[in-house]
């Protein structure tokens, strides 16, 4: 029961998976051949038609014009040279901004 002034707290997911993948792989950009979805994360696996800086910031600028801004991306290399895995997962799930990540980190 909620007091006055009180909101109701509501746990934060992910859009449905399908809806992400469709607007991951729109165009083309990002062309998926499996995926592994658990309640918090997504790992869809395929390849990327662009560089792969360009196709991740174009991913995620089409999350946040569809209302997603909570969602966050990250592009990983797989062991086969032309795939590769987008994870998406949520910005409240992400280690704090004191997290020291030890230098650099490139995309390939």
């Known amino acids: 029961m909620l007091r006055a002034g009180q909101e109701e707290k509501r746990e934060?997911?992910?859009?449905?998976?399908?809806?992400?993948?469709?607007?991951?792989?729109?165009?083309?950009?990002?062309?998926?051949?499996?995926?592994?979805?658990?309640?918090?994360?997504?790992?869809?696996?395929?390849?990327?038609?662009?560089?792969?800086a360009t196709a991740l910031a174009t991913m995620q600028?089409?999350?946040?014009?569809?209302?997603?801004?909570?969602?966050e991306l990250f592009l990983q290399r797989c062991i086969e040279p032309d795939r590769c895995a987008v994870l998406v997962?949520?910005?409240?799930d992400m280690p704090s901004s004191d997290f020291a990540w030890p230098g650099d980190v490139a995309l390939w």
């Open 12 to 52: 934060a997911k992910l859009p449905p998976v399908s809806q992400v993948r469709d607007l991951l792989s729109k165009d083309q950009l990002f062309v998926g051949a499996s995926e592994v979805v658990f309640e918090r994360v997504y790992i869809l696996e395929g390849q990327v038609v662009d560089q792969p």
């Open 61 to 71: 600028q089409r999350l946040i014009d569809a209302g997603m801004e909570n969602v």
């Open 89 to 92: 997962m949520l910005k409240e």
